[in-house]
């Protein structure tokens, strides 16, 4: 039997179910969810219900109602196959607003999902299960979260352990079955993941006739992750009208298969990029669907790194970081952060750097958010090496594995 590795979001899903009567997991298909929901502390001896089953399903649809009538704490899994049961369970929790009845699970997010008119405002908490990050592959999933620590002293351990990030790391990304190596062939699975994705997931979230411009879209848009969302360039490039690209870039959002990250506009400098940043949910589905094979000398492998280290720390800030948001800082042609963290009303900026070595010009954009914002408490420089440096004040290198811990 595969090793189950615990999960960064788990002692937080648990917590919420003690307080709300509905948690929903969301999140990428093959992300782990229903192992997840099956092998996770607090969680496993839930009664277990997947729509995959043909036979749940059948039953769900012939009487939701009672389906959800169980006393007891129950957990669906691919809830969106069967959206009449959301309001079962809607009607179940205003007759008796216990915490913890339903735990439901699925592929998309259900707030987009056409047919799902019922959003459970009030009764259900969301959350997202991201690939697997370097924590959890890690097993350091009971520590708490670098960035976190610094956020919260204003000081980097004394003591760091860190290792160098490898092209590698990079091309397997956190989908569970290519990072834990459970597969030979990294490119024939997402091969599959492909397939399955284009010819069951599209067509189930949206009635697309056109699955050849949709693949063409998402490898278009694999190619600009970590880059500036500009959705009537990226329409031209695909040959599609405004219109499409939409309803295909909110498609691609709904399945998680893409996610946005916000410019940070709270401060007073002029010029401001208001556009947001685009970026694949795995640094691997991303080297797959742009084709690279080799990322050493591939001129994507900035764009590629960038959204490896994104992916881990969007997962640690949904884990263990709630309250946290997350955004990057642009003043066009001047200066630039990969990274901004605010949580309440201070936050930390996090510039990237891949190599093993950086220069005086690498901090100009961090320093120049540290003067123009005065809630910043901390900047890192976060390259690939091994040894934490300070570099002024509030200013530090740290090495990007320990700055993922």
């Not at 031209?236 to 870039?249: C, E, F, V």
Request: glycine share 6%.
């Amino acid at each position: 039997m595969t090793e189950y590795y615990n999960r960064d979001i788990g002692s937080t899903i648990i917590d919420a179910l003690d307080e709300m009567p509905v948690v929903v997991i969301t999140g990428m298909r093959q992300t782990g969810k229903s192992t997840f929901l099956q092998n996770q502390k607090g969680l496993k001896n839930r009664k277990y219900f997947t729509f995959d089953d043909f036979a749940h399903l059948a039953a769900a649809k012939a009487d939701p109602d009672g389906f959800v009538k169980s006393g007891e704490p129950i957990t669906i899994d691919e809830v969106q196959k069967c959206p009449d049961v959301l309001t079962a369970i809607k009607r179940r929790v205003d007759k008796s607003r216990k915490a913890g009845q339903f735990l439901l699970s699925g592929s998309a997010n259900l707030a987009m999902l056409k047919g799902v008119s019922e959003s459970l405002a009030g009764r259900a908490v969301y959350f997202t299960l991201h690939p697997f990050s370097r924590r959890e592959i890690n097993g350091m999933v009971s520590e708490k979260p670098f960035l976190l620590k610094l956020f919260e002293a204003q000081q980097i351990p004394k003591q760091i352990n860190s290792v160098l990030i490898r092209d590698e790391d990079i091309l397997y990304g956190g989908m569970p079955s290519v990072c834990l190596q459970e597969v030979k062939r990294r490119a024939l699975w997402f091969k599959g993941f492909e397939q399955t994705y284009l010819e069951r997931d599209v067509r189930e979230l949206s009635k697309i006739g056109d699955i050849i411009s949709f693949r063409h879209l998402l490898r278009l848009t694999a190619l600009r992750t970590g880059q500036l969302l500009s959705p009537s360039q990226l329409g031209r490039d695909a040959k599609l009208n405004a219109a499409t690209t939409s309803r295909h870039l909110s498609l691609l959002e709904a399945s998680f298969i893409i996610y946005r990250i916000n410019p940070y506009l709270k401060n007073k400098a002029s010029r401001l990029i208001k556009s947001p940043k685009i970026y694949l949910s795995d640094s691997g589905l991303a080297c797959y669907f742009a084709g690279i094979e080799d990322i050493g000398t591939d001129p994507l492998k900035g764009a590629m790194f960038e959204t490896y280290i994104a992916q881990n720390i969007t997962g640690i800030i949904d884990a263990k970081w709630p309250e946290a948001r997350l955004y990057f800082w642009n003043v066009q042609g001047r200066y630039e952060v990969d990274f901004i963290i605010e949580a309440g009303r201070k936050c930390i900026a996090v510039e990237v750097k891949a190599s093993a070595r950086w220069e005086e010009k690498d901090l100009s954009g961090i320093k120049a958010f540290l003067s123009s914002t005065p809630n910043c408490i901390a900047a890192i420089l976060a390259y690939n090496g091994i040894e934490a440096v300070r570099l002024g004040e509030r200013i530090w290198a740290v090495p990007l594995s320990a700055v993922l811990s």
